[in-house]
């Protein structure tokens, strides 16, 4: 029902109009940038280096943190350039810290993972979006439990361990950690204090290009496996690497039951293609055509344009950059399938264009 | 209307489009964190002025505090219409991925809806500048700025209508938006239904506006509310004068050309770039004139280049002067007073029938551009989005 002098609008439009969410954090943001009533805002506390090329940056949230949960993972933004950019990494704190942390390895190529291990310094200022991931712990704990972690992998599966530990867990639990060398090793000395104060892990590191006397070297095989497990199938299993190694892993452990997470860099999907010609790619928004190749994602073609349509994590998650198409087929990246020619809202981070297009752009 | 550059030929062109895109290219690859900081100064600066504003307005008990209250609520406002507003969105900062800022969401302290504000000017008055009967924004319709505008007695009115336009210029430009959307509907969809439709954007943003600043505000100021809807009438008015004046200098100056349709067929984009150098004026001033008038001030450049920061322009402009001067190209800037008072010359002149208006101007001949000089364009103005359909492979 609207009553005067709401004729054309409702009372929640008036409220929207009147930005109470933007004023509150400008006000806020003025008095310390870390305040803010819409967003999560963290602050670096400290930055630990881990290796030559990974760095864990210890973070101070505002009072919006919900916290989380050991073993998943939470957008973060940051800015590069005046740009923001959002990537997902996860917690390598687990929830019962003061302050939670991240630990970042740089990927070769990588603009956010390189920029967090360049530039970011004690005192930045960066925001956490929800965490999210099924990659945790189920609530009766099993008595068992295989952990698989290559390279920076070993992240979320510290946060469990730390988890366990907290738990007093009783049960027996091994880490299997594939990395390239000794010097290579994420978190360490964690992972060392935590065998020392514990009775119930035991840790192998498996060295897959330089190889040091009393370890094994090489990559995940049957053979490790048996090694360093009495009965696999009475496992439960946790996979966090490359995907090499999960696939790898998932074919080993056929009938376990195992929970796998796997990042997808952007624009690394496998769907990559060569394509000959251009397609049409009307923008009816800004009434603007442009042409596509159609070999990449929407979103890095438009913004090889010129065209910034808001985004987010560029791995298909976040949603941001959802937008409705009215007319053409585009090709979901993640899935691999082709979609119908009508209407639909598509999220233009994993999607391809198939045909000549037409965006609410 | 005559033309005081030099005429080129069709190579000429050409390179002229080359150099100005070099540069736009140059320009472009510069923009980063300087250009965010600005936007962000900028917009600190629209909340302050606000805050400020508002605040004296409300609790002033002498008069000159409620005037300096109005005259931060007007600066306020006209910093959100122009440097942040009006080039956000352009889109000049989607880049930022900053919700703040972002063309898709941003909406403005002014009546006149921004959705419908980005077609008209975004699409229609950047696409088609100064093409008449395709430019809405040409003289809005009641205005008669050149010979190629059928004389009608009622132009005799036109100084006079001007001056109320400039008054109320943020009505003006919010009824403008809706009338042009529904002009642009082929004309067999037209129907008293869509009208109404454009229409009801349209109020939906009055209601906004006038509930926030004629309603809101002054009940929160209890029995003082007569002084609240005074000051926000005030900061409104200098608003609507300030922001008439730069606009109006943008296109309307004395030696700012016109085109034709037919002009515009097949035109390349270094045709299409002249244009817009031709078709625009500048105003010179300090940097924070540049500011209030949300770069304005830089007419030609943001013409060229309406994407680009407009911070940016102070850079471009003297490079893209000698570029003018290099192929006899009149670049068209002056001080703000000569600027405007030209244009108010030209409204006067162009208020009478062409044989007048011709003496008061100086007997200026039609000039016109020769049609169909480059066989196979390789950029097209492309056809209104509505009369186009996307056709799928």
Not at chain 1, 125 to 141: A, D
Request: proline share 4%.
């Amino acid at each position: 029902m609207k009553t005067f002098p709401f004729i054309y609008n409702q009372p929640k439009e008036f409220l929207k109009f009147l930005q109470p969410g933007d004023w509150a954090d400008f006000l806020l943001g003025e008095i310390n940038p870390r305040f803010s009533v819409t967003t999560v805002k963290a602050k670096v506390i400290a930055v630990r280096e881990e290796t030559a090329d990974a760095k864990t940056l210890v973070l101070k949230p505002n009072w919006l943190w919900k916290g989380f949960v050991s073993g998943q993972h939470v957008p973060v933004t940051i800015e590069i350039a005046g740009r923001r950019v959002t990537r997902f990494y996860s917690l390598s704190s687990f929830p019962g810290e003061k302050y939670l942390s991240i630990t970042v390895k740089r990927q070769a190529g990588g603009l956010v993972s390189n920029f967090i291990n360049q530039n970011i310094k004690k005192g930045d200022l960066l925001e956490l979006g929800e965490p999210s991931g099924e990659f945790v712990l189920p609530k009766v704990l099993p008595s068992k439990i295989l952990f698989l972690a290559g390279g920076s992998g070993i992240t979320p599966i510290h946060s469990i361990l730390k988890q366990l530990q907290a738990n007093q867990f009783k049960g027996k639990v091994t880490l299997l950690y594939f990395v390239r060398s000794y010097e290579d090793i994420i978190l360490h000395s964690s992972l060392e204090e935590i065998v020392k104060a514990t009775g119930f892990l035991e840790i192998r590191y498996i060295f897959s290009d330089v190889p040091r006397e009393g370890f094994d070297s090489g990559f995940l095989t049957k053979e490790i496996l048996q090694k360093y497990t009495d009965d696999i199938k009475s496992y439960s299993v946790y996979v966090c690497g490359p995907g090499p190694m999960q696939t790898k892993a998932l074919s080993l452990l056929e009938g376990n039951e195992v929970k796998s997470e796997l990042f997808l860099l952007p624009g690394q999907s496998q769907l990559k293609v060569k394509k000959t010609g251009t397609v049409d790619v009307f923008l009816s928004l800004s009434h603007k055509t442009i042409q596509v190749k159609g070999e990449r994602s929407l979103l890095e073609e438009l913004e090889d344009q010129g065209i910034y349509p808001p985004s987010g994590c560029r791995m298909g998650i976040c949603h941001t950059c959802v937008c409705k198409k009215s007319a053409g087929s585009v090709t979901d990246l993640s899935k691999g399938e082709v979609s119908e020619l009508g209407e639909e809202n598509i999220q233009i981070c994993i999607s391809r264009a198939e045909s000549n297009l037409e965006l609410e752009l | 209307m005559r033309t005081i550059s030099k005429k080129l030929n069709n190579e000429e062109i050409e390179a002229f489009g080359k150099e100005v895109d070099s540069l736009r290219e140059e320009v472009m690859s510069k923009v980063g964190k300087e250009d965010a900081d600005h936007i962000r100064f900028i917009y600190k600066a629209y909340r302050y002025t606000e805050v400020l504003g508002r605040g004296l307005i409300h609790f002033s008990f002498e008069p000159i505090s409620f005037v300096a209250g109005t005259l931060l609520l007007a600066t306020s406002k006209i910093i959100n219409n122009m440097e942040l507003g009006h080039n956000v969105l352009h889109g000049q900062y989607d880049w930022m991925n900053d919700p703040r800022f972002n063309s898709r969401t941003f909406e403005w302290d002014i009546v006149c809806d921004a959705h419908q504000w980005k077609f008209y000017h975004n699409y229609m008055h950047h696409t088609f500048t100064n093409v008449l009967n395709k430019d809405h924004d040409y003289g809005y319709n009641f205005t008669r700025l050149t010979e190629g505008q059928k004389w009608k007695p009622v132009h005799l009115t036109q100084p006079f209508t001007n001056l109320f336009l400039a008054m109320n210029f943020q009505w003006g430009i919010g009824a403008h938006g809706f009338r042009v959307e529904h002009l642009e509907i082929p004309k067999k969809q037209r129907n008293k239904r869509s009208l109404k439709d454009f229409k009801k954007v349209f109020f939906k943003k009055i209601e906004l506006q006038v509930v926030k600043d004629y309603l809101l505000f002054p009940v929160l100021a209890g029995l003082n509310f007569p002084k609240i809807i005074l000051g926000n009438m005030i900061a409104n008015l200098i608003r609507n004068l300030w922001t008439y004046a730069v606009i109006f200098c943008g296109h309307f100056t004395e030696n700012a050309e016109s085109f034709t349709t037919d002009e515009i067929v097949g035109e390349t984009k270094a045709q299409w770039y002249l244009r817009q150098l031709k078709g625009s004026s500048n105003l010179e001033g300090s940097k924070l004139f540049y500011t209030m008038t949300g770069h304005l001030s830089h007419q030609i450049e943001h013409h060229m280049f309406p994407g680009m920061p407009a911070i940016r322009y102070r850079e471009v402009a003297p490079r893209l002067k000698e570029i003018c001067e290099k192929y006899g190209q009149h670049y068209n800037t002056g001080s703000f007073l000569k600027q405007f008072a030209s244009v108010w010359k030209r409204i006067i002149a162009y208020s009478f029938p062409d044989s007048i208006a011709g003496k008061l101007m100086g007997n200026r001949k039609v000039y016109l551009e020769p049609k169909g000089m480059i066989s196979q364009p390789s950029f097209q103005i492309s056809l209104p989005a509505k009369e186009k359909s996307v056709t799928l492979t």
